[in-house]
């Protein structure tokens, strides 16, 4: 039985929700970066078309190096309880939320780039940091131990 999460692991889930966030734009850039390359080389703006793909690519190897440099790093500190699915699906679903925060603040809501970059990774971590150990069955009332009341010794 789990009693705690230690806070190295707990910092580990937290770079790992991270890691997830930058796997899951892997995909996400190389359509993004095609289908739009693609829209303005077809409209007659070859050059920006090209350049707007090779920008994309070149992010999207930045994403895939973020990735197995993040999950080579933090997976060896994580708790064992990081190798079940629930774990790993956790990872990517936080992820994919903190991916589509920032994707909706660069595209829609009129911030700074640095902080539409900079709060969702952030998010990502705190909220993988904090449900480390929901995630482990801490809070579940199932996963608590159970006390069995002493028997009183008759003489």
């Not at 936080?94 to 909706?104: D, I, P, R, S």
Request: hydrophobic share 60%.
């Amino acid at each position: 039985m789990i009693r705690r999460i230690d806070p190295i692991g707990r910092v580990a889930y937290g770079a790992l929700c991270i890691a997830g966030m930058s796997a899951l734009a892997v995909p996400v850039l190389l359509v993004f970066g095609l289908v739009s390359g693609l829209i303005f080389a077809l409209d007659g703006e070859g050059l920006k078309g090209l350049l707007f793909g090779l920008a994309s690519l070149s992010a999207a190897i930045f994403a895939a190096g973020l990735f197995l440099g993040i999950f080579f790093t933090a997976w060896p500190l994580a708790s064992d309880w990081i190798m079940e699915w629930p774990g790993y699906a956790t990872g990517f679903v936080v992820g994919g939320c903190g991916l589509a925060l920032m994707a909706l603040l660069l595209f829609v809501v009129p911030v700074p780039i640095y902080v539409a970059v900079a709060l969702p990774l952030a998010g990502a971590f705190t909220v993988g940091f904090g449900i480390a150990d929901r995630l482990a069955g801490l809070g579940a009332p199932a996963a608590q131990p159970r006390v069995r009341a002493r028997s009183m010794r008759r003489r």
